[in-house]
C-alpha cells in the first residue's frame, strides 16, 4: 500500500501534468484570436525568441519574423476583409520539460455575407518550458492537399500518440 508521501507524490505529479497541458491549450487558442486582431507582438510572443514557424512555403525563424509577416501586405489585407484562424483542439504528449501538440487549423476569409475556407492545415507545435512559462520552439503548418507531407506530419503525430 502506498505511504502518504507517495499518494501526495502522485497526486503532485498529475496536478503539474494537467497544468501543463492547460498551458499548452491556452497557447495554441490565443494565436487565432492574436493573428485576427492585428496583436502580432503577442501572437509572435507565442514562440521563444528563435522559434521556427515553417508554414506551407515559407519559413520564419524568430519572433521578428513572426512580426513582420502578421504586419505584411498579405495578412493586414486579410484581416481587414475579415478572417478566423480557428485551431482545432490538439493531442498533446508531454516529456519533461518538451512537449508536442499535433492538431489541425483551419484559415477562413469573409467573401460578402459568408465565409469561405482558405485553407485547412495539419500541424505540429513543438513546445518547450521556458522561465516565462511554455512557448512554441517550432511551428510546421502543411495544407492539407493530398500530399505526403501533410500526411506524414499527421502520422509522425499518431505514432507519437501510440507511444504515450
Known amino acids: 500500500m502506498p505511504s502518504m508521501e507517495e499518494k501526495f507524490a502522485a497526486l503532485e505529479k498529475r496536478l503539474q501534468l494537467l497544468e501543463d497541458q492547460a498551458a499548452i491549450y491556452q497557447i495554441l ?17 507565442l514562440w ?10 515559407q519559413v520564419m525563424q524568430s519572433r521578428q519574423d513572426i512580426v513582420d509577416e502578421l504586419e505584411g501586405e498579405w495578412h493586414q489585407g486579410l ?16 516529456n519533461g520539460d518538451e512537449a508536442v501538440a499535433t492538431s489541425y487549423s483551419r484559415l477562413y476569409r469573409r467573401e460578402d455575407d459568408a465565409f469561405k475556407v482558405l485553407s485547412c492545415s495539419a500541424n505540429r507545435w513543438e513546445l518547450l518550458r ?8 517550432r511551428r ?4 492539407l492537399n493530398g500530399s505526403d507531407e501533410s500526411h506524414q506530419l499527421f502520422a509522425r503525430g499518431v505514432k507519437e500518440i501510440a507511444a504515450s
Open 130 to 137: 521556458t522561465p516565462d512559462g511554455w512557448r512554441v520552439k
Open 48 to 57: 521563444t525568441e528563435d522559434g521556427v514557424y515553417d508554414l506551407h512555403t
Open 79 to 94: 484581416i481587414h476583409q475579415g478572417s478566423a484562424h480557428i485551431m482545432s483542439l490538439p493531442y498533446v504528449t508531454i
Open 140 to 143: 510546421m503548418t502543411r495544407r
Open 29 to 45: 487558442a490565443c494565436y487565432g484570436p492574436a493573428a485576427d486582431s492585428g496583436s502580432s507582438q503577442r501572437a509572435a510572443q
